[in-house]
């Protein structure tokens, strides 16, 4: 049985258009063009995940947001117009797991829906019960003993080198590493101008654990200063 | 260099010459006595001869050698005293007119008013004759031969040398005198020279000798024949007789120091003569190069202005007193207490002091010729004086004084202005009363002076009276300052106030009672400028209220049409032509989804609503870590870049994503519209505590001059139709004014230049 996703917006194109994409992905989709429509649907029909819009008649999304959250546990992802570091804290504070703007990069929003689907069906009894040795952030989870990162609770696959820059970072979540301290610790020499050989590997990672590479959650640059992994409260 | 030294020299020359030889002709009676080379033409030889002569007249007559007055008594003393030999005729040739003067005077006023007085006399006049006679007879240089009723009395003659007038003159021999009772004939060389002129003695005559028509004489004097030869080249001759009267009387050769005189005038006049052209040929050198001069006059400027004014002063006023030390005790001894005359003249008779005042001028110009030392020193002081006023004009009063006056100037300048204020008056206030203890003093040290006591009293107590008023006044005037200073000190606060923004503040509108108009309209300029601001603040925050909501509203539908645009691409089985409506549609719209964020961020940059998390950070390290992240394209590039980034940290407060954003912006940029195979330089320099990253490429395109490129849509290529807004400077551009930095585009030809500077930690 495939996983059921809402889809609400009050624009009945956009909402067809996500339709066509997750149900490309092989998802059912069930559809609702405000607030209220999309409370009722909640109440009949068992759905897996939402995807809402904002701004609504009738009952605007972040409302709605607050009122599933009442009975319900499901990820939702609240899709809008508003770009704004504000819009997102605020849809995130609302119980909202995400927060895509518009115009979304149709790719990244099918792998949003797919990482938050995965982690809510398969892995939510994994995080219940944290294992030793395991470091938890986010989407992504670190087993230190075998040296293996997880991304929506599959394995990433990463070089050595890789491994070596994810052991330092995810060991460290939130410390800024400068790029000579990574070289120094991960290849273990002195280096002249490590900016580019570091920041080579930081983008290829980000290829493998990034929703979208372009704009990263995880790992960034703090520029001036050097790179971090982001400690990412929500997901937990 | 040589044009100074000419000048020098010339003037010195000039100046030094002309004083002496002034001075040579007054002392000498005129020029003509100066530049003359034989003493024989001269007047002293003149006087001389004719003293000699009525001597000889009077030793002939027996008659008194001197008269009995006053004058008489005088030369007597000193006849007693020194002798008469020695003393009289030296006198003859040091003091030549004065002396011989009087005497004679004296002479032809024994003359014309009965002679005969002094025959009754009981002086033995024959006696003083014959002593005089032995005296002056051993001096060869004057041969004279004496007869009365054609005997002869006295003579040092040799017999035979020489017997009438018509023989011709012994040798060594040049003048003689000769007297026949009547009229006198001077022969010099042989020749004879015309004494009487006209016939009548006037005061320019050169001979005072018997014989002019306005000369009486009695017939006493016709029986008298006199013979004078002079030497041509005087000798050196001394003897000694024994007076009854007065013990040893020495005679010594006036002739002989006349000559010598003479001579030496003559060759030093000549002297100060060639020095007198030299001089003036020196002027004319100096005339002719004196352009050049003016830089050794800049270069003695410089050197005085090195000295304070203060010591250049002290050096002016210690040479002037050391040269006026000396002046005044050698005045006094050739001139006599000239001041106490003067103060005697005001003291006493009036009109007297200008005859005094005159004469001390004219004597001090004489005495000032005598010392050519002195008038150089006065000279070049005042032309060294004259070069520093001139060379160091608006500086002269460099000095320590001035100095200090201008510490205390900045000093006070840090002061509040209140006390600045009263500060500046405190002099008048305190010059005041030292004017008033000056004035207390003075009548003090003054007293019993000119005045009568009352008078005196009358004044101190009208001074006394006028300070008092002065000092109340001023004193009045100081604690008004002292208000209005501290009203306007209150005031300018309000000023301060309103610059730095603050617009709100309540103030006492009632202190201000002098400034109460000003502080009025400041306080409704205060709140015209609140409300402005208010308001432009209120329709920034619309603005970006409008470009939020219109970007919203545009991005709904540009969702749908990037979704189905996506949708469109993955369809396998279009047409050729269809795909590439599809590839222009896609571009298009994420052109315009880039535009639409990029304009939201502008209007928020720019109304300062941009929220900002500015940290410290190196600024070199985030040029490498954007170079590093953009590595990619620019490896895809056909530019290369070449980089001047320090090692070393530069620390500069800023938002690294913002500023990221820019420096991805401009590198873009520059990749974009760079000349294929150029060089892309990007620096980053620190420079008096600012660091500046500049970003320097060639523009493919000709760079249009006066164009900004920070407008927005603005774009480099018109007729590109790649993905950007055209709003990558502009964005560029606010996002740095809102990190606090400086953003500057320059065009040099084809050069693109941008710099952003930041104030480095």
Redesign the interface.
């Known amino acids: 049985m495939s996983e059921c996703v809402l889809v609400v917006d009050d624009d009945r194109e956009i909402v067809k258009a996500i339709a066509i994409l997750l149900e490309k992905e092989g998802y059912s989709v069930l559809r609702a063009y405000d607030g209220m429509q999309a409370l009722r649907v909640l109440a009949e029909e068992s759905v897996q995940l939402v995807l809402i819009d904002v701004m609504m008649p009738k009952l605007d999304g972040l409302s709605a947001v607050m009122k599933i959250r009442e009975r319900q546990n499901i990820p939702i992802i609240v899709l809008s117009a508003k770009s704004e570091e504000t819009d997102k804290v605020l849809g995130l504070s609302m119980g909202a797991d995400d927060y895509v703007s518009k115009p979304y990069n149709p790719q990244e929003l099918a792998a949003r829906v797919r990482s938050h689907l995965r982690r809510y069906t398969r892995l939510g009894d994994i995080h219940a019960n944290p294992q030793s040795g395991e470091i938890r952030n986010g989407r992504l989870c670190y087993q230190a003993q075998e040296r293996t990162l997880y991304a929506d609770g599959e394995p990433v696959r990463l070089t050595a080198t890789e491994t070596k820059i994810i052991d330092l970072l995810m060991r460290n979540p939130g410390r800024i590493f400068p790029a000579e301290e990574i070289y120094r610790r991960v290849w273990e020499e002195e280096s002249f101008a490590p900016e580019n050989t570091v920041m080579v590997h930081i983008r290829r990672i980000r290829e493998k654990i990034e929703l979208n590479p372009k704009e990263p959650e995880y790992l960034k640059v703090v520029w001036g200063i050097g790179y971090k992994i982001e400690k990412v409260e929500k997901y937990g | 260099m040589v044009s100074f030294c000419a000048f020098f020299l010339s003037v010195s020359f000039m100046l030094g010459s002309a004083a002496a030889l002034c001075d040579r002709c007054y002392r000498n009676g005129g020029t003509a006595e100066v530049f003359e080379e034989d003493f024989q033409n001269t007047a002293s030889f003149r006087n001389y001869i004719s003293n000699r002569f009525f001597r000889f007249l009077a030793m002939a007559e027996e008659l008194p050698l001197y008269s009995y007055d006053y004058y008489q008594n005088y030369y007597d003393y000193y006849y007693d005293y020194y002798g008469i030999g020695s003393i009289m005729e030296q006198e003859a040739v040091a003091i030549p007119g004065e002396l011989l003067e009087t005497e004679d005077k004296e002479w032809q006023y024994g003359a014309k008013y009965g002679g005969d007085e002094y025959r009754k006399s009981d002086r033995d006049y024959k006696k003083e004759a014959e002593e005089y006679h032995k005296l002056i007879a051993k001096d060869k240089n004057l041969l004279y031969r004496i007869s009365y009723e054609g005997k002869t009395l006295y003579t040092n003659l040799e017999d035979g040398t020489w017997n009438a007038a018509k023989d011709a003159l012994p040798d060594g021999y040049n003048f003689l005198l000769y007297f026949d009772g009547e009229k006198a004939s001077v022969f010099k060389d042989g020749a004879e020279l015309d004494i009487y002129g006209d016939g009548y003695y006037t005061e320019d005559s050169d001979w005072f000798l018997p014989g002019y028509f306005n000369f009486t004489q009695d017939d006493e004097i016709k029986k008298v024949e006199i013979a004078i030869l002079a030497a041509e080249r005087p000798s050196l001759y001394s003897h000694v007789v024994k007076s009854n009267r007065n013990g040893y009387i020495q005679s010594e050769s006036p002739l002989y120091y006349m000559a010598n005189a003479q001579s030496k005038n003559y060759s030093a006049a000549r002297t100060e003569v060639t020095l007198l052209i030299a001089g003036a040929a020196l002027f004319v050198l100096y005339l002719i190069l004196r352009k050049s001069k003016k830089t050794v006059d800049v270069w003695i400027g410089k050197r005085l202005n090195k000295v304070w004014v203060e010591g250049r002063l002290l050096l002016l006023f210690l040479i002037l007193s050391g040269v006026f030390t000396n002046y005044f005790s050698g005045f006094q001894e050739y001139y006599g207490d000239v001041f106490a005359e003067l103060v005697y003249a005001y003291d006493g008779f009036e009109g007297a002091a200008w005859y005094v005042g005159e004469e001390f001028v004219s004597e001090l110009m004489h005495w000032l010729t005598m010392r050519p030392s002195v008038l150089l020193i006065l000279f070049w002081l005042l032309y060294l004086l004259v070069v520093d006023i001139w060379q160091n004009r608006g500086d002269f009063w460099n000095g320590l004084v001035r100095r200090m006056a201008n510490g205390f100037e900045t000093k006070s300048m840090k002061l509040p202005l209140a006390k600045r204020m009263v500060c500046r008056f405190a002099p008048v206030f305190w010059s005041g009363l030292l004017l008033g203890a000056a004035e207390f003093a003075i009548a003090f040290l003054l007293r019993n002076r000119w005045l009568a006591a009352y008078w005196q009293v009358l004044l101190v107590i009208c001074g006394g009276a006028l300070l008092a008023v002065f000092l109340w006044l001023s004193w009045r005037y100081l604690l008004k300052v002292r208000e209005q200073a501290a009203e306007l000190e209150r005031l300018t606060g309000f000023i301060a106030a309103v610059h730095d923004g603050d617009y709100s503040g309540a103030e006492e509108t009632a202190a201000y009672s002098e400034f109460k108009e000003a502080a009025d309209n400041l306080k409704e300029i205060r709140s015209g400028m609140e409300q402005a601001v208010e308001e432009r603040m209120k329709s920034e925050r619309m603005k970006v209220e409008l470009v ?1 909501n219109v ?2 509203d545009i ?2 539908p ?7 645009v ?2 469109l691409k993955q369809e396998d089985n279009l047409p050729q032509h269809v795909k590439d409506y599809i590839c222009i549609l896609d571009e298009k719209s994420e052109r315009l ?1 880039n535009m639409v ?1 990029d304009v ?1 961020a502008i209007s928020k940059a720019a109304s300062g609503q941009l ?1 900002m998390e500015v ?1 410290e ?3 070199g ?2 040029l ?6 953009m ?1 990619e394209r620019i490896e895809e590039s056909p530019v290369t870049i070449k980089t001047v980034i320090p090692e070393e940290p530069v620390f500069i407060r ?1 938002d ?2 913002r ?2 954003r820019v420096f991805q912006n401009l590198i873009l940029n520059a990749l974009k519209y760079s000349l294929e195979g150029s060089r892309i330089y990007i620096t980053l320099k620190t420079d008096e505590g600012t660091a500046s990253a500049g970003i320097q490429n060639t523009s493919r395109k000709e760079l249009k001059e006066g164009f900004d490129f920070t407008e927005r849509f603005v774009r480099g290529d018109e007729s590109r139709t790649d993905g950007g807004s055209g709003l990558g400077l502009s964005i560029a551009k606010s996002f740095t004014e809102a990190c606090g930095g400086t953003f500057e585009i320059e065009l040099i030809a084809d050069l693109f230049v941008v710099k952003v500077s930041f104030p480095c930690l």
Not at chain 2, 558 to 564: K, P, R
Not at chain 2, 624 to 629: E, F, K, P, V
């Open positions: 939020a970007s919203h991005k709904t540009l969702t749908s049409i990037i979704s189905y996506e949708f989804k964020q939201f929220a940290k950070l190196d600024f390290k985030l490498r870590q954007t170079l590093a992240d590595s800023a690294g994503q500023m990221y």
